[in-house]
């Protein structure tokens, strides 16, 4: 059963940081690249960053660029994305998905199904 369980949210002052976690199982982490993305109520879920399979290749939404880092360890099966310097506008949930690499996608599309219950991120002074 494939599965996705993001921690590290929290409530944070502009400005500061926060590091979230996402422990997955049920597939092969190794083979899949790995998205995260957010979504704030009533507004569509968006891609935030994804990480490549083989050199680990990261690629950010224009937003969060030079902000966000995402980076996966997979010995345990795990993707991280540390956030600094945040604003309000970052406040949402976070999510976590596997991806597989197309051609005609500048994002990996979502491999499966599948959601976690999210992180919640809120940055508020």
């Known amino acids: 059963q494939v599965q996705f369980v993001e921690s590290g949210g929290g409530l944070v002052r502009p400005g500061g940081s926060l590091k979230l976690s996402c422990e997955t199982s049920?597939?092969?982490?190794?083979?899949?690249?790995m998205n995260w993305y957010r979504q704030v109520p009533g507004k569509e879920r968006e891609i935030v960053a994804s990480?490549?399979?083989?050199?680990?290749?990261?690629k950010y939404v224009e937003s969060v660029k030079g902000r966000f880092t995402i980076s996966r360890d997979n010995a345990k099966n795990t993707v991280y994305l540390k956030m600094n310097s945040l604003n309000s506008e970052d406040t949402s949930v976070y999510y976590c998905?596997?991806?597989?690499?197309?051609?005609?996608?500048?994002?990996?599309?979502?491999?499966?199904?599948?959601w976690g219950q999210g992180a919640q991120v809120t940055v508020s002074s």
């Open positions: 998905t596997a991806g597989v690499p197309h051609p005609d996608m500048e994002y990996p599309l979502t491999a499966f199904p599948y």
């Open positions: 049920g597939f092969s982490f190794k083979g899949y690249a």
């Open positions: 990480i490549t399979i083989t050199d680990h290749s990261p």
